[in-house]
């Protein structure tokens, strides 16, 4: 990671004349891309890493043809000789997902749906004249191929997993026919491919769009399903409805001809159906196979929403053996099988989680049962050997950033958590009253702290149960 760093300084360089005054590395999403914000004064740029070269051509081309439109997206500054790290205009840090994290569903919030969803028909329809397809990262048009590919993702990588018995040739069929049906939709342009609310930024009451590079030539309904279905955002019916007709509106204000908004809606829930497929599949990817702690915990979410769908819509087509399979998938008890067990305000554990130093000994657990575990950081580059965080600890930022940029610290926790989890999981059903974790380091001041304070987090969030946070070496931390 350093080294990228250094040629994220080196870039930037070249183009301000200046050195950069940091670079801090941002939480890493969904993909591959890594992105930094690079501060100069007042003034800050994101650069992005990206080892697939095709995809950083494709974001830049897209950039400049949509900027040169007068549409919401970022300005790309520069890029390195081999494309893997470019600079980009900083829209800001407040997503819509963030704003709705923060409000609620208030009516500022709506309105800034509405904006996203004006917008959005502009820079599907006005984007897409004189638009180049040959740039797209894939397949040119999201066709046929493209929607049996993603009931296909849904298949292998969540569908599968469950390991229930179905007929494969009919579900097969099932997909030729739902696929067959949602090609043939009349209106084509630039989709987004992934429009949600985490990819709209709002900046002093205006919103703009990023990570639009996997976009390509598809039906308008796509994207609008996209962002009224993600389950996050977690609109009501009346919302997603009249957000829905407003969309259209807009729509209609930029075509010749008026929309056929029977058909358009009809078709509409088929897109609906798709998008929540595709997300299925990639929370299954990411979270059953790469077992990414994030995405394991917004399957249920997920499931929630589709099973919604299967009870509350109808797509316009009939697919008997998906449809029944659907069913027994999205059921409440296939969804409480990826719904972690959640500490109610009775239950008795407390889980005990500490930092300590080898140098001043283990900390000692008096509980009934005692035990617990005892992860060692010692494998993980220490910030204290380097001046600059000698003074500090896992609780400073640049601390944060160091152990998070240049060690493999995410990946450790990672493991972690799955160890852990197991047993918090299994002492939650069975009414334990205690568990001690305990991380430790050389001076119990930077790792292990670090590694604490991520680990008491997780559980809280991912259990509601009760922990008690101590670093037990603090009084003799370096100052």
């Not at 360089?13 to 993909?31: D, F, H, M």
Request: proline content about 3%; aromatic content about 14%; overall charge negative.
């Amino acid at each position: 990671m350093e080294s990228v760093i250094n040629g994220i300084e080196t870039l930037f360089t070249s183009i301000r004349g200046t050195a950069a005054t940091r670079v801090e590395k941002l939480p890493q999403s969904g993909s591959d891309r890594i992105y930094f914000r690079i501060y100069e004064g007042s003034k800050t740029y994101i650069a992005t890493y990206n080892l697939h070269q095709k995809e950083t051509q494709t974001f830049i081309h897209f950039s400049k043809h949509f900027k040169a439109a007068g549409l919401p997206v970022p300005e790309v500054f520069a890029v390195n000789s081999d494309d893997t790290i470019y600079i980009q205009e900083d829209l800001g840090t407040e997503s819509l997902l963030n704003q709705i994290e923060k409000e609620g569903h208030t009516q500022n919030v709506y309105a800034l749906f509405q904006k996203s969803l004006a917008q959005l028909a502009r820079i599907q329809i006005k984007g897409d004249e004189g638009f180049d397809y040959n740039w797209c990262i894939t397949a040119k048009e999201f066709g046929k191929q493209a929607i049996l590919s993603d009931l296909l993702y849904f298949k292998y990588y969540f569908l599968d997993t469950l390991q229930l018995p179905y007929d494969k040739q009919a579900m097969l069929e099932d997909f030729e026919a739902l696929s067959t049906y949602l090609t043939h939709t009349q209106h084509k342009y630039f989709m987004f491919r992934d429009f949600q609310s985490r990819n709209i930024i709002v900046n002093q009451n205006d919103v703009h769009f990023i990570d639009f590079q996997g976009g390509m030539k598809g039906a308008l309904q796509y994207d609008v399903a996209s962002l009224l279905w993600q389950a996050k955002a977690e609109l009501s019916e009346e919302w997603k409805d009249e957000l829905l007709s407003y969309y259209m509106d807009q729509v209609d204000g930029l075509l010749q001809a008026p929309l056929d908004r029977i058909t358009f809606e009809s078709q509409y829930n088929g897109y609906v159906l798709i998008r929540l497929l595709q997300v299925m599949g990639a929370y299954g990817f990411r979270g059953l196979f790469e077992r990414k702690a994030h995405f394991l915990a917004s399957i249920p979410l997920a499931m929630r929403n589709l099973q919604f769908f299967i009870e509350n819509k109808r797509v316009g087509i009939v697919t008997p053996e998906f449809d029944r399979v659907l069913k027994i998938v999205m059921s409440d008890e296939m969804i409480a099988r990826f719904e972690p067990p959640q500490a109610a305000e009775s239950t008795p554990l407390v889980v005990s989680v500490n930092s300590f130093s080898y140098k001043k000994g283990f900390p000692v657990d008096d509980s009934e049962n005692g035990g617990g575990f005892m992860f060692d950081m010692r494998g993980i580059l220490n910030p204290g050997r380097f001046d600059d965080y000698k003074k500090l600890s896992g609780l400073d930022k640049p601390v944060q950033d160091f152990l998070e940029q240049r060690t493999k610290m995410n990946e450790y926790l990672n493991s972690v958590w799955d160890l852990i989890d197991i047993t918090v999981q299994d002492y939650l059903k069975r009414g334990f009253q205690n568990l001690q974790i305990n991380f430790g380091c050389t001076g119990g001041q930077h790792r292990s702290v670090y590694a604490a304070e991520q680990t008491a987090r997780h559980l809280r969030n991912k259990y509601k149960v009760k922990t008690q946070l101590s670093h037990t070496n603090k009084a003799n931390w370096v100052k």
